[in-house]
């Protein structure tokens, strides 16, 4: 009988700035459990409840940081960021309210984005 396939989550910090030109992406933690990047969550909260330091967030853990694309993505609504806005991924460049992952999306070169009432922000990703 083959072994079944275990799922694991990373924990993904996504920092903004004024000084920053795209939010930056930072992997805290990975092969985790879902309930323990559960807990990465709700420590984080409690350690940081205005988010000041960073969206945190829980993601299949793909193994290495570009084999799978995100199924979501999180921009921040204000600076403090208690309620980000949740983007899907883009069907189309020219499409509104989502985010384009170049690194998966189209022909896997170019420039991420995401893009909310026709405004366009750069996304960098980075370790």
């Known amino acids: 009988m083959a072994d079944p396939i275990t799922t694991t989550f990373v924990f993904l910090l996504t920092v903004w700035g004024a000084d920053l030109p795209a939010p930056d992406v930072y992997v805290e933690d990975s092969a985790l459990t879902i309930s323990d990047c559960g807990d990465r969550m709700e420590a984080y909260n ?13 993601e299949i853990d793909a193994g290495t940081w570009d084999v799978e694309p995100f199924d979501s993505f999180a921009v921040c609504a204000t600076d403090a960021c208690p309620n980000p806005v949740i983007l899907e991924p883009c069907p189309t460049e020219d499409s509104d309210n989502c985010f384009w992952d170049a690194r998966h999306m189209g022909n896997g070169i170019g420039e991420s ?13 980075s370790k």
């Open 46 to 58: 409690k350690a940081d409840p205005t988010w000041s330091r960073g969206v945190p967030s829980c």
């Open 113 to 125: 984005f995401y893009v909310i009432n026709g405004v366009v922000t750069s996304i960098n990703w």
